[in-house]
């Protein structure tokens, strides 16, 4: 098993950042600065640990925070050197304090932390230190998003809809936000055609962010969106309705043209095996058979009920195919579960029951048993 993802911030990137604003202020402090910052710090998880050096950070920077953030700025490595973040790893977590920093100490600043914030999102990203922001002033920090929008860079631009997610991971909730989505649906607008995907994987993160808060309005920017749509518009809407699809919700389906019940019948059910010890794989086959007159569009998912600790079940859908059946006709589907233990997940022993959600309609398939 690898390393915790807390041992990134170790002693030795401590000394790193040292001698990383040492380069810019020859005045820094840099051994007490180090010997503060990792005191303490092997018992902290990942954001604590991000939180502790950025403590150490406020008792060895210049004391005024605008100079204190002014030397930390010029102190920021290269920028992101692509539109993507795919293989950067755990690299810009570097800068995890730099953003804790900004967000705990420069409220009373705001055109300095505006800026710092948008050159640390060129390297890690602020989604996290922006929330304070719009939490407290929400319109003038509105203000700073609308005119990143329109940005060059694909990472400032990714920053307006990701810091302004509803249900942001990791992050403080901003109930002004809650109460006023049509303020976050501007700028949105503003990003929906964005040339770059990963901007255009944030905007649907947010709406589907928005789904579990307003699904009314999700699902009326989403019809609106979809009205000469280019492929990419599409791909777009199509993944910020994942969550509604998952929890079978009638306007997704009929958004994405899945919305009529399906007429059909199950055969073939197999499961190999039927028992399973935890760490290995089950395969769930199956068949389905159309016994309506025309050809239906359907949208097949599985969904396993695992067994949690205290008994009851949890459950989870897992992603299949489209299928255009024709008239009589028979599509063979099969899924390969995992019953290793992941970080989100811990399996249990028990009987675990599965259905099909074909077009949103729960359809049971059996169960197989899950040993220790």
């Given at each position: 098993m690898?390393?915790?993802?807390?041992?990134?911030?170790?002693?030795?990137?401590?000394?790193?950042?040292?001698?990383?604003?040492?380069?810019?202020?020859?005045?820094?402090?840099?051994?007490?600065?180090?010997?503060?910052?990792?005191?303490?710090?092997?018992?902290?998880?990942?954001?604590?640990?991000?939180?502790?050096?950025?403590?150490?950070?406020?008792?060895?920077?210049?004391?005024?925070?605008?100079?204190a953030i002014a030397v930390l700025v010029r102190s920021l490595g290269p920028a992101h050197a692509t539109d993507e973040?795919?293989?950067?790893?755990?690299?810009?977590?570097?800068?995890?304090?730099?953003?804790v920093f900004v967000a705990e100490r420069g409220l009373d600043h705001f055109e300095a932390s505006m800026h710092a914030q948008r050159e640390l999102t060129r390297r890690f990203t602020a989604e996290l230190s922006i929330r304070p922001f719009l939490a407290r002033d929400p319109e003038r920090t509105l203000g700073a998003l609308r005119e990143w929008a329109h940005d060059e860079d694909a990472h400032v631009r990714r920053l307006v809809s990701e810091g302004t997610r509803l249900r942001l991971p990791w992050a403080m909730r901003v109930p002004w936000l809650d109460r006023h989505p049509e303020r976050v649906l501007e700028l949105l607008e503003l990003l929906k055609d964005d040339p770059t995907s990963l901007v255009r994987r944030s905007v649907a993160n947010n709406l589907n962010d928005l789904g579990k808060v307003h699904p009314a309005r999700l699902f009326a920017t989403c019809g609106a969106w979809l009205e000469g749509a280019s492929p990419e518009r599409r791909a777009l809407v199509e993944h910020a309705l994942r969550s509604a699809i998952k929890r079978g919700e009638p306007g997704a389906l009929r958004l994405l043209g899945y919305g009529k019940a399906p007429s059909i019948a199950i055969e073939d059910v197999r499961f190999a095996p039927r028992r399973v010890a935890i760490g290995g794989r089950v395969a769930v086959a199956f068949a389905l058979r159309s016994t309506a007159r025309s050809t239906q569009s359907l949208l097949v998912d599985l969904r396993v009920f695992f067994v949690k600790a205290s008994g009851a079940a949890s459950p989870k859908v897992f992603k299949l195919e489209r299928v255009e059946l024709p008239p009589g006709g028979r599509a063979e589907l099969a899924k390969s579960i995992s019953l290793a233990v992941h970080t989100t997940r811990t399996p249990r022993p028990g009987r675990h029951q599965v259905e099909v959600l074909v077009n949103g309609a729960p359809l049971p398939l059996g169960w197989f048993d899950v040993r220790a």
């Open positions: 690898g390393e915790p993802l807390k041992s990134f911030f170790s002693p030795e990137l401590v000394r790193r950042l040292a001698a990383e604003i040492s380069r810019v202020h020859p005045q820094f402090p840099a051994d007490t600065f180090v010997g503060d910052a990792t005191s303490g710090l092997a018992r902290l998880e990942l954001l604590d640990r991000g939180k502790h050096i950025a403590a150490a950070l406020a008792r060895h920077l210049p004391p005024a925070y605008p100079d973040l795919i293989g950067a790893g755990m690299a810009p977590f570097f800068y995890l304090p730099h953003t």
